[in-house]
C-alpha cells in the first residue's frame, strides 16, 4: 500500500473515531433530528418556493423560511402533545392522592382489628406501632422525592443543551438535507444505480413503519379508551395516551394498562365489569393488534412482528422513549440495505448480467 494512501486512512480513522466520541452524548438528539426532519420534509417541500401574497406584494418562500416555518411547527406539534399529557398526569395523581386521603389507615386498622376481636391494648399497641410506621414510610418518601428532584435538576442543564442541539439539526437538516444525501452518495463507494435504489427502499421501508406503527397504536389505544369510558373507570383521558404509547409494542403493549385496570375491578367488586374489560379486551383489541398490525406492518413494510418487538424494546434501552419508533425503523433500514446489496452484488446475477464475450 502507498505510504500516502496509508497515512490518509489513519488520518480518516483517527478523526472518524474522535467524531464519533464527540457526538456519541447527543446521540439520541441527532436521532431525533433525523427521524422529525425525515418526517417533516415533505411539508418543507411543498412549502418551499411557493409564492404568498402580503399586501398585494408577491413573495416566494425562501428555503431558510420554509425551514423555521416547518420547525416551529415540528416543535409545536411535539411539546403540545407533552403538555397535554403532563396535565393529565396530575391530575390523576391529585386525583389519587384525594382519593387516598379520604382514607384514615389508623381508623380502618382499628375497625378491623375490633372485627378480629383483639382487645383495647392490642389495639392502642397496633396504633402507635402504624402511626411510627406511616410517619417513617413519609419521611423515606420526602427524602426520596428530593434526592429525585435534585437529581432532576441535574440533568436539566443536559437535557436543555440537547433539546436545542435538536432543534439547530432539526432546521438545517431540513435546509441542506438534499446537500446532505447528495454529498453522503458521492462519497460512498457503490455505483449511482445501487445508490438510488438503497434510497428508494430506505424512504419506504421507514415511512412503512412509522405510518403502520402509529395509525396501530392510535387505534388501540382510542379502541380501549371507549372500553374504559363505557364502563366508568375514572381519568380515561390519562389512561388513553398510555395505552396509545405502550401500544408501540407488540402483543403485550396495551395489557400493561389493560390488565391492572382489570384486576383494579375485580379488587374493587366490580366483577361485572371486569369481565366485561376483559371480553372486550380479548376480542376487539386482541383483533386490532394481531390482524390490523399484522396487515400494516407485515404486508406494508416486510418488517416481522418479532423484529419489531426488538426494535421498540432495544430502542427503549439505547434512545429512550424515542426508540419505541426509531428502534423499528434502524431494524427496517438494515433489512432494506441487506436485501439492496444482496440483489446489486450477488455473485449469481453478476454473471448473468455481463455480456459473454
Known sequence: MDLRIGFLLLLVALLGAISVLLALPLLQYIMAAVLLAFVL??????????????????????PRVSAGVVTVFGILATVIPLLIFTVLLLQTVLSFVNDLGDVDLVETARTTARELGFDETVLNGLEAALSSELEGFLNRGLEFALQELLRLLDTSFQVGLGLLVLVFLLYYFLVDGRRLVAWIGSVAPIDDEVRRELIDEVDAVTWAVLRSHVLVAIAE??????????????NVAFWTVVMIIVSFLPAIGVWLVWGPIVGYLFVMGDSVGASLLLVYGFTVLSVVDNYLRAVLVDLESGVHPGTVLIGVIGGLYLFGMLGLLLGPVLLATFKAVVEVFSEAYDPAERTERTPSP
Open 41 to 62: 420534509f415533505p411539508l418543507h417541500d411543498r412549502l418551499e418556493g411557493r409564492t404568498v401574497r402580503v399586501r398585494g406584494t408577491a413573495i416566494t418562500i425562501s
Open 221 to 234: 389505544g382510542v379502541l380501549g379508551g371507549i372500553g374504559l369510558y363505557v364502563l366508568g373507570v375514572p
